[in-house]
Structures are given as structure tokens and as C-alpha cells.
């Protein structure tokens, strides 16, 4: 088996299914951490989509022990489905998500000025191999690749 195939087996053991080998051919060829990029994206997904598809169980624990308990009763005494609020926390959640890996990308925003924003320091996410040793390569940009990975099937 080649380090192409093989890496093409891990995406579609992910989820890639007709993109694993585009995504594989990115890491072999251009010696990107694709893996590592799209393993974390999947895994943000997960948490996003998990708003939605467990709306029922997080609803009803909202209500019997949550900060947000009242505002969920009200939710449902005005006729919304525990569905409704779950598509409307899974669209919170992916804004927030897509706005954490905007800022990963670049931590500027704009809000402090110049001359502080420039001493201020800066973070990144690396890849670890299996072992948990860094690999000294960096995900970078993922909020370009958010969108793109966002499962089908899901979307409201």
C-alpha cells in the first residue's frame, strides 16, 4: 500500500468519501497537514450538528436544569419545537465556530489600536502525530475550508 493510499483510506475512514483522494494527494504532494485539517473540521462539525440532531435531549435538560431554562419554556410556550431551537442553536453555534477559526487565523480584529494589536501575541494550532509528538507543521486558514466540509444532509 502507498503513503497515497494509504492516506486516502484515513480520509474516506473520516468521511471524505469521493474528496479522500484529492485531500490525500494535497498532504503526499504538497506535504500539508490535510489530515490533521480535516479530522478537526469534521470534529467541529460534529459539535455544531449536535445542537440539531440532539435537540430533544438538550432541550429537555435545559428546562429541568439550565441557565437558559426560562428562555427555553418561553421558546416552547410560544410554539417552538425543540427542533426549531435546535436549528437555531446548530446556525449559533456554527457562527461562532466560524468566528473562532477566523480568529485563529488572524487574532487582529480591529478593536484595539495598532500599536497594541502588533505587541500582542498571536496563536496557532499544530498537528500532533500519533504518538502526540508535534510534528512542527500548523493548520492555518481553516476557516476556508470551514463552509466546504459542512456535512450534507444537515444543512437546514
Not at 446548530?90 to 461562532?96: D, K, L, M
Not at 504518538?131 to 450534507?152: N, Y
Amino acid at each position: 500500500m502507498t503513503e497515497l493510499d494509504r492516506l486516502t483510506a484515513l480520509f474516506r475512514a473520516l468521511g471524505a468519501d469521493d474528496d479522500a483522494p484529492d485531500w490525500a494527494e494535497s498532504e503526499a504532494e504538497e506535504g500539508l497537514p490535510q489530515l490533521a485539517r480535516y479530522r478537526f473540521l469534521r470534529t467541529v462539525w460534529q459539535d455544531v450538528d449536535a445542537w440539531t440532531t440532539e435537540a430533544p435531549r438538550w432541550v429537555a435538560a435545559y428546562r429541568s436544569d439550565g441557565v437558559a431554562a426560562g428562555a427555553v419554556d418561553r421558546a416552547l410556550a410560544a410554539g417552538l419545537t425543540p427542533e426549531d431551537l435546535g436549528e437555531l442553536a446548530r446556525e449559533v453555534a456554527r457562527e461562532t465556530a466560524f468566528g473562532v477559526l477566523c480568529v485563529l487565523a488572524d487574532p487582529a480584529d480591529g478593536s484595539l489600536p495598532a500599536e497594541v494589536e502588533e505587541r500582542l501575541p498571536g496563536w496557532r494550532l499544530a498537528e500532533l502525530d500519533p504518538a502526540g509528538e508535534p510534528t512542527s507543521r500548523h493548520l492555518d486558514a481553516l476557516h476556508e475550508d470551514f463552509a466546504d466540509l459542512e456535512p450534507r444532509g444537515i444543512v437546514p
